[in-house]
């Protein structure tokens, strides 16, 4: 896990932790990894915030929400958008997976499973319902950028599968 | 203002912009909702790196130009994106062609510029790469599909392929910017990524069972800004708000 590149001032974590992805709501953006740094410059919070794809449509959304939470703890704050180092899903904490599956999205596997899933339908993505993995992809681009549809034949439920992004 | 570097964002931002359009017509329009929310998905993929472009583009002319500005307010013959890309989409082959014979260039294109010396250029590329690898998989799957599909399929496939076949030439074409920007280590030398193209393009029409077509004769102009009839008609629609709203805002 590269989070070690994170550079977040320790004051700040606690408050960062409380705005979460507009579109996955039980994930925070922390355990996302889309913020990158988090430091103060002269009295204001700098916030260095990445995209997970380049169209994602929450990251407008996202900085506001930074800004509105660091507003009430007191700190003023400049929202950073930076490409690179690019986003990964290895970025996503475990704390982060296990709030994916909690809430029925199948957390990413790794980048060999993930192609092997889909292009070769293999059926090894565990359903986040009932926990077969007698699953089969249904569509390669899902209800947002950065999940894939499946569905398991055992349960029957449809799901999102986070897909692996290195 | 580096015009020469400035142009050379454009011509590369501007073939997605367009193509994000026109798999943009298909929302809601899609032959099933699965292929609908996948072209639609590719298509916001395509905006957000060509938000990434104008940014950086709009920043360099250093005037009070806005990367909607670059996207929205230019006349026809200012678009430099090949000519491929604003072909319409007449149906899923078609669609799903044109995909497939610019993702496999879009991947191979990114693949060099993460090499260049232009960091912003390179971060970009570094992230859109991820994006257009899962692109270029479901145009490839599609081609395999019907190509390899029922005779009708497998006709309407090729039919797409010998239609756009006269277009792929002009990926490979280098203008004046793009020589600049290769002699300063910027840019990407279009020239050299033929043959590898049309080797996995080839590979992937045989295993489709369908026919490399043979025609020699190829369609260039776009990179200069000499466009089909149909990038007219794209514009109109892509431009619309901000001709008769200017400066309109969400």
Known sequence: MKTTEQNIDDILIPILEQVSDPEIPVLSIMDMGVVRSAVFENNIVKVQITPTYSGCPAMDVIGDDIKAALKTAGYNSEIELILAPAWTTDWITPRGRKALEDYGIAAPLDAEADKDVLLNGKRIVKCPQCGSTNTRLVSQFGSTACKAQFQCDDCQEPFDYFKCLK | ?250
Request: glycine share 6%; aromatic share 10%.
């Open chain 2, 1 to 250: 203002m580096k015009q020469n570097l400035y142009n050379y964002i454009l011509g590369i931002a501007d073939n997605s912009l367009i193509l994000g359009q026109r798999l943009g017509e298909l929302c809601g329009h899609g032959p099933t909702l699965e292929t609908d929310i996948a072209c639609t998905n590719i298509s916001l993929d395509l905006f957000g790196q060509v938000r990434s472009y104008f940014q950086y583009a709009a920043k360099i002319a250093g005037d009070n130009r806005t990367e909607d500005d670059i996207a929205m307010l230019r006349k026809e013959r200012e678009y430099k994106n090949v000519l491929l890309v604003e072909q319409p989409n007449t149906n899923f082959a078609y669609t799903m062609a044109r995909q497939f014979l610019f993702d496999v260039y879009h991947l191979a294109f990114l693949t060099e510029l993460q090499k260049s010396t232009d960091l912003t250029l390179s971060a970009i590329a570094n992230k859109c790469i991820k994006e257009v690898s899962y692109h270029e998989r479901f145009s490839s799957d599609w081609i395999k599909r019907l190509g390899d599909g029922t005779d009708e399929s497998n006709a309407k496939m090729q039919e797409a392929i010998n239609d756009l076949w006269t277009y792929t030439d002009e990926l490979f074409h280098q203008t004046e910017a793009d020589k600049a920007m290769v002699a300063e280590g910027i840019g990407i030398d279009v020239t050299k990524l033929k043959e590898h193209y049309y080797k996995q393009v080839n590979d992937l029409l045989e295993e489709a069972n369908l026919q490399v077509p043979e025609s020699k004769w190829f369609q260039k102009g776009g990179k200069e800004g000499i466009h089909t009839e149909h990038l007219g008609y794209l514009l109109s629609d892509l431009q619309y708000m901000q001709r008769t709203y200017p400066n309109m805002e969400w």
